[in-house]
């Protein structure tokens, strides 16, 4: 069995060991210390706010804020910025851990996951004596912001092959970035190769209004792409001609892991952002024809699954 999980061991997963790191929030700009920690079969993956002593499950129903990242809980006692770290813990199969931080948000890094797969691959994991939950999608489900040819959609509909399917098309004003799009079954090594580098970005005319109302404080060029008309600012350039489109996927791969389990479904989208991607969790759980949860072992033997994209906590 290929995928996410070693062949034969489609089971919950969780790490060997503690790991942690310091950065700076993106957008709060505050010095944060973060720890991912083991954790125990069922109990998914939680946030903690270690300055509060509060817990936070990782799920699509706890999200308060989509501004320009995904953030879970309310007022004080939230965290913002979840979708790098959960797409590189749904990617390496990782369905229960704790994800300690001392502030508000998590920190950023270089914009991208590959911090948080290093931080991973250096703590080691685990199988549990658990199966890993799953999520098939049963029917299409579709949510739009818009109307007409340049409306944003969103859409998860029944795979057509085993696994994960994602195809995303972007379309941006400034030319450095313009019209891209990307399709791929989401492997470990798929996301690993394509989408894990991907960093996060900005055009440059955004970022004053952005800091004007409290967001983007501790960007820089050292943790996001600047675009500026046709111009790349960063003196590095781009990670990948396609790097927008990559990092806009990965972000898809984040907050689609607070479903709950892993899904076995087909993920297009035009358009999308953190508030759509949400929307679409929502949408697919509140309709019980739209899916079905299923262990891995019972799919892998009536669907001959392989790759899979594991997530968080099932839903009750």
Known sequence: MDGFFPIGTPRARTLKSAIGCVGVGLHSGARATLTLRPAEAGQGIVFRRTDLGLDIPARHDAVSDTRLCTAIGT?????????????????????????????????????????????????????????????????????????????????????????????????????????QSLSLRVTEDAFRGVLADARTFTMAEDIARLRAVGLARGGSLANAVVVDGPLVVNP????????????????????????????????????????????????????????????LPEMAETAGATARLPMAAAPA
Not at 122 to 133: F, M, Q, T, Y
Not at 152 to 164: D, K
């Open 236 to 295: 590095g350039g781009l990670r990948h001609a396609d790097e927008f489109v990559r990092h806009k996927l990965l972000d898809v791969v984040g907050d689609l892991a607070l479903a709950g389990a892993s899904l076995r479904a087909r993920f297009r989208g035009h358009r999308s952002g953190h508030a759509l991607n949400n929307r679409l969790l929502r949408a697919l759980l509140a309709d019980p024809r739209a899916w079905r949860r299923v262990d």
């Open 75 to 179: 007022g004080a006692a939230r965290i913002g910025t979840i979708e790098h770290v959960m797409a590189a813990l749904a990617a390496l199969g990782v369905t229960d851990a704790v994800v300690e931080v001392d502030g508000p948000e998590i920190p950023i890094l270089d914009g991208s996951a590959a911090p948080f797969i290093f931080l991973i691959d250096c703590a080691g994991l685990v199988d549990l004596d658990a199966p890993a939950p799953m999520i098939e999608v049963l029917r299409t489900v579709r949510v739009t912001d818009g109307e007409g040819p340049d409306a944003a959609w969103v859409e998860l509909s029944p795979a057509e092959g085993p696994g994960f399917e994602a195809e995303l098309s972007i379309d941006f004003g400034a030319t450095a970035i313009g019209r």
